[in-house]
């Protein structure tokens, strides 16, 4: 545990005397109009934007004053500009985007002023090649052709940096990147028009499932390269396994582990926030049901956001939770 992630606990320890004097004051609100949020999610089909319809059903049957409206993008990087430029409220990404968003790291050319509300899930990340295929490690994908994710999301950002590490983009074979969503990325590994794929999701994810019925796969392990991203990035990024039967899999492959934010503008009101928070708890089975598998949403693990720093709504609504 890192020692921020020490200070923020014992800060969600602390006021509990404010806590009453917050949830009142929520109280006084809710005969107040209908809040509407837009939350930036990602592209049809994908993960994100399953979690965003799931969230705005199940806002909209838990009796609360939110309407949350899903809006369809190229996911994490595409998200973090739209709070920042105020054309959404909420949205989902990944961690590493996350704080290169609040640190002004590129893709970011400044600092922007975002929030996190939790942290949901992790992703698992993947590099799948054909089983019959000659590619048996990173390395030898030097000179093929290798679909990084659609341009505007966090997994082409992880995919950039793992290519990175693995001397892969200025070599004298460099990789042959093909920006290309989750879709049409299994559509191309198929017919194959492109050698790999990369993809960082929930396990398992039904697209790729459903591709390892077709066709035989393999997984490349990724975790030899989790210390290089860490010592550059930070502690973002960890050592997670694919687990044995997931596509098929007979034996667990190690990979690369990277957290989901559920983010926010900071002007979101506290109280529309808390009550968000209610209703992410309480549903997180459905909300995760077609995400990832095998998960337990807990404050414990929602708090840990690493630099991005917690809305203050939601701090209050971990201290009602905690005490």
Same mark, same amino acid.
């Given at each position: 545990?890192?020692?921020?992630?020490?200070?923020?606990?014992?800060?969600?320890?602390?006021?509990? &005397?404010?806590?009453?004097?917050?949830? %009142?004051?929520?109280?006084?609100?809710?005969?107040?109009?209908?809040?509407?949020?837009?939350?930036a999610t990602g592209p049809r089909?994908?993960?994100? $934007?399953?979690?965003?319809?799931?969230?705005?059903?199940?806002?909209a049957a838990s009796g609360q004053r939110l309407e949350i409206v899903p809006v369809g993008t190229a996911a994490s990087v595409d998200n973090l500009r739209r709070l920042d430029d105020g054309s959404a409220e909420l949205a989902l990404a990944m961690a590493d985007a996350s704080e290169d968003a609040v640190?002004?790291?590129?893709?970011?050319?400044?600092?922007?002023?975002?929030?996190?509300?939790?942290?949901?899930y992790v992703n698992y990340a993947h590099l799948v090649v054909p089983a019959e295929g000659p590619v048996r490690s990173v390395k030898e994908l030097a000179g093929r052709r290798v679909a990084?994710? !659609?341009?505007? !999301?966090?997994? $082409?950002? %992880?995919? &950039?940096r793992l290519l990175q590490?693995?001397? %892969?983009?200025? !070599?004298?074979?460099?990789v042959q990147e093909r920006r290309l969503g989750l879709a049409d990325s299994v559509d191309a590994l198929r017919e194959g028009r492109v050698d790999a794929l990369m993809w960082s999701g929930g396990v398992p994810t039904p697209a790729l499932t459903a591709l390892a019925r077709e066709l035989p796969l393999r997984f490349l392990p990724l975790d030899g390269f989790v210390s290089a991203?860490?010592?550059?990035?930070?502690p973002v990024y960890t050592a997670v396994t694919l687990p044995s039967g997931a596509y098929g899999l007979k034996e667990p492959v190690?990979?690369?582990?990277?957290? $989901?934010?559920?983010?926010?503008?900071?002007?979101?009101?506290?109280p529309a926030v808390r009550e968000l928070l209610q209703v992410v708890f309480d549903r997180w089975q459905l909300l995760l049901r077609g995400v990832t598998a095998g998960v337990r949403l807990e404050p414990r693990f929602a708090i840990s956001t690493g630099r991005v720093?917690?809305?203050?709504?939601?701090?209050?609504?971990?201290r009602s939770v905690y005490g």
């Open positions: 545990m890192t020692s921020a992630e020490v200070s923020r606990r014992r800060a969600l320890r602390t006021g509990l &005397g404010g806590v009453a004097a917050t949830l %009142l004051s929520g109280c006084a609100e809710d005969s107040g109009p209908v809040r509407r949020l837009r939350c089909g994908g993960p994100y $934007n399953a979690f965003g319809r799931a969230l705005a059903g199940a806002v640190l002004g790291r590129a893709p970011f050319s400044r600092p922007a002023k975002v929030t996190a509300l939790a942290r949901v990084t994710g !659609s341009a505007g !999301s966090g997994g $082409n950002v %992880l995919a &950039g590490a693995a001397g %892969l983009t200025g !070599s004298r074979s460099p991203l860490r010592e550059r990035y930070g190690a990979t690369i582990g990277v957290g $989901n934010y559920l983010m926010a503008r900071a002007d979101v009101p506290g720093p917690l809305h203050p709504g939601a701090e209050a609504y971990y």
